[in-house]
């Protein structure tokens, strides 16, 4: 077999070249929904990605004969070493991901290639895969091969996890997402409570409002941090992030499709849905010349998606193990269900993720009758 080179990434080309792997590796994925290209180069690039601000990040190609094979990304999270350990990250830790390999030995190459880069940075363990930022596309999926990702997930060729798991990683964490079909009534005990919170005068249920997009976010954002701050991996959001985030999302937010909980005039929870944009995307194969763009503006002016997506909600921390927390987390589901099939022609919703540990988050999934549809691992491994 020839001999495999890898080297760092430094310029232009090589920057296309990596990007450009995953839509061949993958191309022939039925599942596979291929991202659009501007928008990966936005994720790489530290002038046009806020989670740079406290992070750094190494790219490397992987080659065989002069042919572009494999690549990865090895990473330090500055504020991920700053957390205790038991919440999954802390001193010591560093990452991988963005991980692409066209055979197994590529992918020990490259992988060990990242290992040795976190190595010399002092780093004593490393996590993946987490492209890059745990709140962008964290762990290999594992489960549901057989579908495709909703918007903002990941999915990978199934036999990466025998080539990650034979080079000594162990699941450090599972995550899941849950689907269910948002054409039916939930149960009668869900419909039961929602009704009791419909009568509460301290209940308050709103849309948000786009045209106070900066505000909207910014109590959303208080929420999710109050809310996810003891979580595992949790790493707090920082302007920079923020400011990213909201001009990519902008176009995603619908005012029926998130809501704003109020408890006595207090906002407490909130809940975020997105139409699956990868329904809009996946015919585009990640270009939008010549005519990509004009079909995909036409698609956000009214979208219509058969599924939405439920990439974050959260209950300030006082209130969570209350009732009221799975009240007011029931009534969002069902306003956003209540909008999401006659506006959007919607058949189905997805959860996640979720970790597999919140009992909290589960027994609401459990509740209304939804299923695991796929599962994510990030492993871990001494260095």
């Known amino acids: 077999m020839p001999a495999i080179t890898v080297r760092p990434v430094t310029t232009k080309a090589d920057t296309k070249a990596f990007i450009e792997l995953a839509y061949r590796l993958n191309g022939d994925d039925p599942n596979w929904v291929a991202p659009l290209r501007a928008e990966v180069a936005g994720t790489i690039d530290p002038k046009k990605n806020g989670w740079f601000s406290h992070a750094e990040a190494q790219l490397f190609l992987a080659e065989r004969e002069g042919k572009v094979v494999g690549r990865i990304s090895a990473h330090i999270d500055r504020l991920a070493l700053e957390l205790p350990p038991e919440q999954g990250f802390g ?80 699941p450090a964490k599972k995550l899941l997402t849950y689907e269910l079909d948002i054409t039916q009534q939930f149960p009668p005990l869900i419909q039961r409570i929602v009704a009791a919170g419909e009568k509460n005068p301290k209940i308050r249920i709103r849309k948000v409002n786009k045209a106070k997009f900066d505000e909207e976010a910014a109590i959303i954002l208080a929420i999710l ?39 006595e005039g207090e906002p407490v929870a909130f809940m975020v849905t997105l139409p699956d944009l990868n329904e809009a995307l996946k015919p585009l194969k990640g270009s939008l010349l010549p005519f990509g763009w004009a079909k995909l503006l036409l698609w956000l002016r009214k979208p219509k998606a058969k599924t939405m997506r439920v990439p974050l909600m959260g209950v300030v921390k006082r209130l969570q193990s209350s009732r009221m927390a799975s009240q007011l987390a029931f009534m969002m589901i069902e306003y956003i269900r209540r909008a999401a099939v006659p506006n959007y022609g919607a058949s189905r919703g997805e959860i996640g993720w979720i970790l597999e540990d919140n009992q909290g988050m589960i027994a609401i999934a459990d509740a209304i009758e939804s299923r695991v549809n796929r599962e994510y691992l990030i492993y871990a491994k001494p260095l």
């Open 91 to 170: 001193p010591g830790t560093g990452f991988w991901g963005l991980f692409e390999a066209e055979d197994e030995a590529v992918a020990q190459a490259v992988i060990a290639t990242a290992e040795g880069w976190l190595r010399d940075k002092g780093l004593s363990r490393a996590l993946g895969p987490v492209s890059l930022s745990i709140w962008e596309e964290p762990g290999l999926l594992v489960k549901g091969h057989d579908h495709p990702p909703t918007v903002l997930m990941g999915h990978h060729p199934a036999r990466y996890q025998g080539w990650i798991e034979a080079l000594g990683y162990a």
């Open 225 to 263: 941090n109050d809310a996810w701050s003891d979580n595992w991996g949790f790493v707090p959001l920082t302007q920079p992030e923020i400011d990213d985030v909201g001009k990519k999302l902008k176009p995603l937010v619908f005012e029926d499709l998130i809501m704003i909980a109020e408890l």
